[in-house]
């Protein structure tokens, strides 16, 4: 099987999109590792003492988990529409087209190397956060479901690189994908929970809140760390898998009708 075109090819665009970010692992690693420091640093350290805690926890202990999921969603994200539209820049995206891969497997080598690059930047902020609560509170943070932790940090990952796939195929420019990112991803992250409980909220604006998808992915991770969520983890589990569904059916679309020639 492995001499097999197709899983030649497929093998050859995951790995050349593996070493595309990490040739660059300054840029997509550890710039943003070092952002989740300082947000740790300003409001998990520095304000903590006039934060109020979470659901039983500290300040800190509750938002490593949200930083988690930002930093693995954000840069799954940020993988795959990059590598789309400095593919489509460059005039070489159009070499997809004459290699022997359907557009399932191209969306799948794309997804897995967004994944990959988010369970990267979420296992390093979640090694950095540990520094800081060992610091801060002489204790680290005991992770208490590891399995369901990997769980939801892959679907999360995989509906994130996924959107990234459809949006760098549909977009002409640039500024297309930044929109997407500034306006409408960035603003569902922030309000998905990560600096703050969504009980916090009044009942009006927690019925806004969840219908943020962002809501279902990162209380599974905050549960998979500290054992508590927002929401049921079943429902967050369920919803997750059908955002997935929903992202591999915008990607493989993305691939197949999108754009391939140079804007």
């Excluded at 369920?238 to 020639?261: E, M």
Aim: with cysteine; charged share 10%.
């Amino acid at each position: 099987m492995l001499r097999n075109p197709l899983w030649v090819s497929f093998y050859s665009l995951f790995k050349k999109e593996n070493k595309r970010f990490m040739i660059v692992w300054t840029q997509t690693i550890f710039s943003p590792v070092v952002s989740s420091a300082l947000y740790i640093v300003v409001f998990g350290v520095s304000l903590s003492a006039v934060l109020k805690g979470q659901q039983g926890f500290s300040y800190l202990e509750f938002l490593i988990p949200g930083l988690i999921a930002m930093s693995a969603l954000n840069n799954s994200l940020q993988n795959s529409a990059s590598s789309v539209m400095i593919s489509k820049f460059h005039n070489d995206l159009q070499d997809l087209r004459v290699i022997p891969l359907p557009p399932v497997l191209i969306m799948i080598a794309y997804s897995l190397s967004s994944l990959l690059r988010g369970l990267i930047c979420a296992t390093l902020v979640f090694l950095v956060g540990q520094i800081f609560m060992f610091v801060r509170l002489g204790s680290f943070l005991h992770m208490q479901n590891p399995m369901m932790f990997v769980i939801f940090l892959c679907l999360g990952s995989l509906f994130f690189g996924s959107i990234g796939i459809w949006a760098g195929f549909f977009s002409n420019s640039f500024d297309q994908v930044s929109a997407l990112t500034q306006f409408v991803v960035l603003p569902l992250i922030y309000l998905g929970g990560v600096f703050y409980s969504i009980k916090m909220l009044d009942p009006f604006w927690q019925k806004i809140a969840f219908a943020n998808p962002l809501v279902y992915i990162i209380n599974g991770i905050r549960w998979s760390v500290l054992g508590v969520s927002d929401v049921n983890v079943w429902l967050c589990l369920v919803i997750c898998l059908c955002f997935v569904v929903l992202g591999f059916t915008l990607a493989w679309r993305g691939v197949r009708k999108g754009y391939y020639l140079r804007f």
